[in-house]
């Protein structure tokens, strides 16, 4: 009686512990296939953000926001404009010709003038591009203000936004264009 006693006692602890086994091997094959299933989950993250452009001159930051105006009709004295440069308007640089500045964007944008019948005779010319940036150009013939349109953001790699801007020269052959502006799409 001993024997069976014993034997039963550890049939007893045995069938317990292949039950804890089983309860185990089961919680494990449930935690693998959640996580294979958590690896073929993708999550995409979007930031909204608005269109923005930035204009420097001069080394100084000119401008931020969705419309940088370069040029302002009837301006005899320089302009204040956020950030640490100045802006000379045409009315305080007499026999101005050209104007060089440098643009960085999250989107397409577009230089345009108020003055139509001008939109011909002005030159748009991009002198250089920065490290991380890229050029991405489009015609601009269908519209009778845009001057130049850029199709897309300017970055092409990170970076600063300086590092990312496009350095543009705008010409004009006499009278300079009574406004001039930089217009994030």
Known sequence: ????????????????????GRIVSVSLC???LAWSAAADTVHKVRFA????VLVWQNDALIGDGAE????????DAP????????????????????????VASNSGFVI???????????????IDQAANAQLVRRSANNSNTVVF?????TAIRPGSPLSQSLTIEVTWPEK?????????L
């Open 68 to 75: 940088i105006v370069l040029l302002e009709p009837l301006s």
């Open 79 to 102: 302009i204040d404009i956020l950030g640490d440069g100045q802006l000379d308007p045409l009315g305080a640089v007499p026999h101005l010709k050209a104007v060089t500045f440098e």
């Open 49 to 52: 953000q608005d269109a923005r």
């Open 30 to 32: 449930a935690l693998g």
């Open 176 to 184: 300079a264009p009574s406004s001039l502006t930089v217009r994030a």
């Open 1 to 20: 009686m001993t024997i069976q006693f014993f034997w039963g006692g550890a049939t007893d602890r045995f069938g317990t512990m292949m039950r804890e």
């Open 149 to 153: 349109h850029q199709a897309t953001k």
């Open 112 to 126: 345009e003038t108020l003055d139509a019948d001008m939109v011909a005779s002005i030159s748009v010319r991009v």
